[in-house]
């Protein structure tokens, strides 16, 4: 019994919140992500990662990744997953230190679910973007230190049946973004992309389309931001949400929409154009 | 320094004591039924409560079910998520088991029952959905902490063993869903009486088939859907009831020595007293 963890003897007298980080931060204070301050700050050794876009189309929004982390001028992974599940109706994606980034996507995935699970019902999406905020504003002191990490929030709100973007900065946020937004270091062109060929009220496929491009622009002009790898199949990660749910395109039918992409770029390289007039 | 009580009691008294007290609360309730169907595990519980719940989700592939004591067991669930959360936090989603969460329980309630004054008045179900229908399992878990590890079905609370009896006539590997839930409300009926419609009832199911967490609510016009199906079975399923006349006749004998009114204020027949047999 002596060896047993110290939150053992707090699962059955716990009174607080339903917020599972906040019991971690009372019980389990080693099982947060790290928050010391570092001897030494961290640079470009730890791998980074890139390019994040999302976009509200008909009904819902669609979130797209890259596949690419750095450190320095290395490609330190190739298939990197940066957008994930965070619960039935949202998602997130991440940019910056990847690890702490992954760390940081699990913890939150559990949050949302703690508290559905003891509550009996979800947070409202406003709930959990300010939710993501107070977690992203623990990680400042790493943050200085050169561990940045900063996500990017999609999700479907059931009350307002469409589709919700929330950005981040290191301090917390959260600011509510219209029609799309991108982050990570390819994030100037991909939204300059987006400002382009983004449509109000287009169908879940055309926006994906539309994130596609973003990323393959953001990749065209950013060291740091992979293209699609025909030769090895690695395909963006993209993640639509509508009121039926969180669904990840499987690499098949991502396959399609990026080949149907370079199909139109081999004539023209720099992509679809916007009407002038 | 007040002494009670002047007389002497010996430890048996005293245990003997405590689980008829328990089982007295206990079996004041209505039952809750669990059961395995073809494609996972059914919870269905008489419950006119929308906010009080009998049933909840654990964690991905575990599901619990209670009876006695709402504030008793309430601390117990949430217990539960915890141990669940962090469990699958620190290591991996299927480092959670049942079988753990059981073991928990147990320690817990075993505790209590010989160390308080007043033991819970709680009697619970954890249930496991595997891949396939040899991996499910259902644990029972009494209030002096013993484990049954039950064999496809199990029913708490109230005049279990009446339930149990009726649920047995009906029950058989792999029913589809309607046909489960059919047998669970005939068990959960008393015979002659009149079943309780969608709005007194919860009803859950942990369904193997579902993407990422199993347990589903179901509720409103699905559930009176499924309501309507079971009802469409139910000429089905008595077929194969009346070929068993010996069974039929014991459930209906059982059944005679409870009158239709009010529950009685203990169960008759053999319960678990809490010494181990």
Redesign the interface.
């Given at each position: 019994m002596a060896s047993q963890p110290a939150?053992m003897n707090?699962?059955?007298t716990?009174t607080g919140s339903s917020s599972?980080s906040e019991?971690?931060g009372v019980h389990?204070p080693n099982?947060l992500p790290r928050n010391e301050s570092l001897a030494v700050p961290v640079g470009d050794e730890i791998p980074h990662a890139t390019t994040i876009v999302a976009a509200t189309c008909a009904g819902g929004v669609v979130m797209a990744g890259d596949r690419r982390a750095t450190s320095g001028n290395i490609i330190s992974q190739r298939d990197i997953e940066k957008v994930f599940?965070t619960d039935d109706y949202s998602c997130m994606g991440i940019a910056g230190t990847a690890s702490t980034g992954l760390e940081l996507a699990?913890?939150y995935r559990?949050e949302l679910?703690?508290y559905e699970?003891?509550e009996?019902r979800s947070l409202s999406t406003e709930g959990k973007a300010h939710r993501l905020a107070t977690m992203i504003r623990g990680n400042l002191p790493m943050a200085m230190q050169g561990l940045v990490v900063v996500p990017l929030f999609a999700a479907y709100d059931p009350s307002r049946d469409s589709g919700r973007i929330f950005s981040y900065d290191v301090g917390g946020g959260p600011y509510e973004q219209q029609e799309f937004h991108s982050i990570g270091s390819g994030s100037i062109f991909a939204r300059g992309s987006l400002k382009k060929l983004y449509r109000e009220g287009a169908s879940p496929q055309d926006t994906v389309l539309t994130c596609l491009h973003a990323l393959y622009d953001a990749a065209d002009d950013d060291s740091a931001t992979g293209g699609p790898d025909v030769m090895r199949k690695i395909w963006p990660v993209v993640a639509v949400i509508t009121a039926d749910g969180f669904r990840r395109l499987p690499d098949e039918e991502v396959a399609e929409y990026v080949e149907s992409m370079l199909a139109g770029r081999k004539t023209a390289p720099e992509g679809p154009t916007a009407p002038l007039r | 320094m007040s002494i009670p009580f002047g007389g002497y009691a010996s430890p048996e008294q005293i245990m003997r004591d405590r689980a008829e007290y328990a089982r007295k609360g206990i079996a004041r309730g209505r039952s809750v039924v669990v059961m395995q169907y073809a494609d996972g595990i059914l919870f269905v519980a008489p419950n006119p409560s929308k906010a009080l719940h009998k049933i909840s989700e654990i964690y991905d592939r575990i599901g619990f079910a209670a009876v006695g004591r709402y504030n008793e067991f309430e601390s117990l669930r949430l217990a539960g998520i915890r141990y669940a959360d962090i469990n699958g936090y620190t290591f991996n989603r299927n480092d959670v088991t049942g079988r753990g969460l059981a073991n928990l329980y147990a320690q817990h309630l075993g505790m209590i029952f010989t160390e308080s004054i007043k033991s819970f008045e709680v009697e619970i179900v954890v249930a496991e959905v595997g891949d396939s229908p040899e991996d499910d399992q259902i644990y029972r878990i009494t209030f002096d902490g013993s484990v049954f590890d039950e064999q496809g079905m199990a029913v708490i609370g109230g005049q279990s063993d009446a339930v149990a009896g009726r649920l047995k006539e009906r029950y058989s590997e792999g029913l589809p869903l309607p046909r489960a839930l059919d047998a669970a409300l005939s068990a959960l009926t008393e015979p002659g009486g009149e079943r309780p419609p969608a709005t007194q009832l919860e009803v859950a199911v942990l369904d193997r088939g579902r993407e990422h967490r199993k347990f589903l609510r179901l509720t409103g016009p699905r559930l009176e859907k499924l309501l309507e199906a079971a009802k469409e079975s139910q000429e089905g399923a008595r077929q194969p009831a009346g070929e068993q006349p010996g069974e039929a006749s014991a459930g209906q004998a059982q059944a005679g020595q409870a009158p239709d009114t009010a529950p009685p204020t203990a169960p008759e027949g053999d319960i678990d007293t809490g010494s181990g047999e």
């Open positions: 939150w707090s699962l059955f716990y599972f019991f971690l389990a099982l599940r699990r913890l559990v679910e703690h699970k003891t009996g | -």
